[in-house]
């Protein structure tokens, strides 16, 4: 999200609306409009693998109706997919493979998964084959029935720090405290399945865990942390936190990694926001790197900004091993290939495709991309965070993104969860 998300983006790692959140305000919003053809990506060479076998068009009445656990997910034909030939689909084959991992192991996905992991290195040509004749597209629309919304981005940053404090690295990173509790309420509330209550005990009761400010208040309501990390700059690990994983360069110059473990049960509010709302920056100012400039020179606001987030997020260290940042849906992300989206509405670990504009311009962004992280400002039914990758060049490019787009999400032909009422409409509602 950061995610950023989620979920961690990285990165996601958002396992719940409250996880830390992209931020909110960023640059300027293109519309979406009829973009040119974009230059085709470099492609990962591959071998040439052998014909997909061709399987018989599924016929019109396996068409089904708005799906009954993501009603606002509209079936189309594959030629409504806008840009869909556009793009070099065979670069996101690992990625969906990556979604296979987990996805392989329940019964609608276990046929498709088998068949990809069958294939031998699929090229452009055979990869948009396969998602054809074994997927089923279906359009993603807002609530009010629109489909278009916002496309933001998040990556991986990289951290200056040390695993033990010192005179430079002062600002630590905490892992899961043992006091915080987590309470699904999907298993009482069915319709909360994606919501999880965050606390602690206080004799018997369940009450909420402390805010930011609190936790980075020295013994500051009772909070005990156990730091796994220290940064030097505490914007950038404010920021690590919206993106929810990320790297720390000790001194000998080898690398940390760390990925989301758990948040403190407060909602992210946006200091970019409240910046512009006080007239400290413009709207079109507000980015990452627009409020990194900005703590820069009023060092003596700053803390007093960051603490206005009650948010918090605690960090686990992660193997340097990782191909990527582990997502909401438990395995690496692929840069430019994975997005953070909201699983109340797009099935974690489903393919979309995205068909949205580069950063800050007109020029298209249209890809086969896997929906496997979330994030808290992760919210609605064509909502995205698109995972740029690490370094300061995908954190300029997540910092400037926030633009329109569409989703279409592909779910196999053989989807169980099929609503059959006569007017389209979630009979849970």
């Given amino acids: 999200m950061f995610s950023m998300g989620p979920s ?4 996601l790692l958002r396992a719940s609306p409250w996880l830390f959140a992209l931020l909110l305000s960023a640059c300027a919003v293109q519309p979406p409009g009829k973009p040119p053809v974009p230059p085709a990506p470099v492609a990962v060479p591959v071998p040439v693998p052998p014909p997909v076998p061709q ?12 799906s009954v656990a993501y009603p606002l997910l509209r079936p189309v034909d594959w030629a409504a997919v806008a840009f869909w030939q556009d793009d070099s689909a065979g670069e996101a084959w ?5 979604s296979c991992a987990t ?13 990809a992991a069958a294939m031998p290195s699929p090229d452009n040509a055979a990869v948009r084959t396969f998602f054809e004749q074994r997927f089923q597209p279906y359009q993603a629309s807002q609530e009010d029935g629109s489909t278009e919304g916002m496309i933001t981005g998040y990556y991986e940053p990289l951290l200056k720090g040390d695993r033990a404090r010192t005179a430079r690295a002062r600002f630590p990173l905490y892992a899961a405290p043992d006091d915080l509790i987590t309470v699904d309420l999907a298993s009482v509330y069915p319709e909360l399945k994606n919501l999880r209550l965050r606390g602690r005990l206080a004799g018997n009761k369940l009450v909420p865990y402390p ?9 500051g309501n009772g909070f005990k942390g156990r730091p796994i990390a220290w940064a030097e700059d505490p914007v950038e690990l404010f920021f690590l936190q919206i993106q929810g994983s990320g ?11 760390v990925g989301y473990a758990d948040q403190n049960g407060h909602p992210y509010q946006s200091i970019g926001k409240l910046l512009v709302e006080r007239g400290e920056l413009k709207l079109e100012q507000a980015s990452m790197q627009g409020i990194k400039d900005w703590g820069a020179k009023n060092p003596d606001k700053l803390p007093e900004l960051l603490a206005s987030n009650p948010s918090f997020v605690f960090f686990r260290e992660l193997p340097n091993g990782l191909p990527g940042p582990l997502g909401a849906l438990g395995v690496p992300l692929t840069d430019g290939r994975s997005i953070a ?9 489903a393919p979309v495709f995205l068909a949205t504009t580069q950063p800050n311009s007109p020029l298209p962004l249209n890809k086969l991309v896997m929906a496997q992280d979330t994030g808290g400002a992760i919210r609605g039914g064509v909502r995205a965070d698109f995972f740029w990758g690490f370094g300061n060049t995908a954190g300029e490019l997540a910092g400037r993104m926030k633009q329109r787009g569409r989703m ?6 053989t989807w169980p969860e099929m609503a059959s009422t006569p007017n389209g409409k979630n009979p849970k509602n």
Wanted: net charge positive.
């Fill in 103 to 115: 996805l392989g192991k329940r019964t609608a996905w276990q046929a498709v998964c088998a068949d």
């Fill in 408 to 413: 279409w999400v592909l779910l196999p032909r």
């Fill in 94 to 98: 690992t990625a969906f493979l990556r």
């Fill in 341 to 349: 989206v909201d699983p109340r509405f797009i099935p974690l670990g």
């Fill in 55 to 66: 399987l018989e068009p599924a016929p019109p009445a396996l068409i089904p109706t708005p």
């Fill in 211 to 219: 805010t930011r400010k609190e936790i980075e208040t020295v013994n």
């Fill in 8 to 11: 961690s983006p990285v990165m």
């Fill in 247 to 257: 790297r720390i360069e000790l001194p000998d110059g080898s690398h940390l990694r």
